[in-house]
């Protein structure tokens, strides 16, 4: 039984009974000796091999209310370090939607972009910016990176649609459709693609959603093609405890039977961001391999708190995070270990305490309570340290002034 098979196996049982693993603890746990990680998304990583590679998977252009053409974003992020990118404009917006005079009208006019050109897609304007060629762009082969077709859909929950054209405008959907978000998920499933939940925790009253209506989507949805949720998204108006919240909270009731990965996505409107990219663990970039190691969580993602500028002649975002040079489970010793360098200092955090809301989610950037920080250090015993349940996760700090450079890894799976 491979990985796969296994989780939804696993899935399957738990649904069947009703629960889940959160709730047993397992430093309490009377059978403490026979926990172990089960579930590790760096297992098939060979660190002497493997390189990260940065990969931008959440990047809007003039294609939709982006302010710049696509080639601009493309090459700003190839020499800003970048191997993978997904441009991934509004399905409901036109192109052009901030050049003057339309929108909020702050990119001139002779900036407009010309893209596409005729005949225009058949499902345009909810057409994917794909092939980059279409679009006055080199081709990712000739760029020597990874792109991947996406899409940003955004009638309702945004979602992120990767390796497919889904895509949705105007009178081409029912917006009032009661299971909106099944069916869009279903089409990008159908259509071989992936997807993510993006920024849940979008300021927007009419944009926040319940927690059950999470534990609902990732009940209904495998992780086959619903990978998990942007947990760091660099716009300031989504905030961050609000998403890592929510993200502990789905763990808590999911782990380790259905992973939901953690992504770090700049949405990239203008090139000086807050930069949030993934880190991709590979042994050589090809398109096989960027899409398995998304599909089994196998990256790191990093979130800056200060602004960082892609425009080339004043980036400066490299090497600023933690960086990961290895990790170890050693489920003999009961230990994961994690070597690292720029780092000040590792967390690691389990599973909340309680699943019950303590705030209002529509008002409250804090409704859930957050996974405790149950360890400080590189390495952790994981039978011998008190709150550890159902799965751990790392953060690495790094001070960098007044700011502070992070970078997360995803869950470890944990059970007896
Ligand atoms: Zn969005
Ligand atoms: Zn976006």
């Not at 746990?29 to 590790?40: A, D, Q, R």
């Amino acid at each position: 039984m491979n990985r796969r098979e296994f989780m939804q196996a696993a899935l399957a049982a738990s649904l069947v009974s009703g629960k889940f693993a959160y709730g047993e603890n397992a430093y309490e746990n009377s059978e403490n000796g026979k926990v172990k990680v089960v579930l590790n998304p760096y297992e098939k990583v060979d660190w002497t091999a493997a390189k990260q590679h940065k990969a931008a998977l959440h990047i809007h252009s003039l294609q939709s209310d982006g302010r710049h053409p696509v080639d601009d974003v493309v090459n700003a992020y190839r020499r800003a370090g970048y191997d993978i990118m997904a441009i991934t404009d509004h399905d409901t917006h036109t192109p052009n939607m901030h050049v003057s005079p339309r929108g909020r009208a702050d990119v001139p006019e002779e900036m407009a972009s010309p893209y596409p050109k005729e005949p225009k897609p058949e499902n345009y304007p909810a057409n994917t910016t794909w092939p980059w060629t279409d679009y006055g762009c080199s081709s990712p082969q000739n760029l020597g990176m990874i792109g991947i077709e996406g899409n940003e859909l955004t009638n309702r929950h945004h979602i992120n649609s990767y390796y497919n054209n889904a895509g949705w405008y105007g009178d081409m959907f029912d917006r009032d459709r009661e299971n909106w978000e099944d069916y869009e998920l279903e089409t990008i499933r159908d259509k071989g693609g992936l997807a993510i939940l993006c920024h849940p925790g979008w300021a927007r009253e009419s944009h926040r959603t319940p927690l059950d209506w999470y534990v609902e989507i990732f009940e209904k949805h495998s992780s086959d093609y619903l990978l998990g949720i942007e947990t760091t998204n660099n716009n300031p108006d989504r905030n961050e405890p609000y998403d890592i919240g929510l993200w502990d909270q789905l763990l808590a009731r999911f782990m380790p039977q259905r992973p939901v990965w953690g992504f770090g996505n700049d949405d990239m409107h203008r090139l000086k961001v807050k930069q949030t990219f993934n880190a991709f663990l590979l042994e050589s970039l090809n398109d096989t391999n960027v899409r398995q190691a998304m599909e089994s969580g196998q990256f790191f993602f990093t979130r800056s708190s200060r602004d960082i500028d892609y425009n080339p002649q004043v980036f400066d975002g490299f090497d600023v995070f933690p960086h990961i040079e290895r990790i170890e489970v050693n489920n003999d010793q009961g230990t994961i270990a994690i070597s690292a360098r720029d780092c000040d200092e590792i967390k690691w955090i389990s599973a909340p305490e309680s699943l019950d809301t303590v705030g209002d989610y529509k008002t409250s950037n804090s409704p859930w309570p957050l996974g405790p920080v149950v360890h400080t250090g590189r390495t952790l015993h994981y039978r011998k340290t008190p709150g550890i349940k159902n799965y751990v996760r790392a953060e690495l700090h790094r001070k960098d002034g007044e700011h502070v450079q992070r970078t997360f890894t995803n869950p470890f799976g944990i059970a007896t």
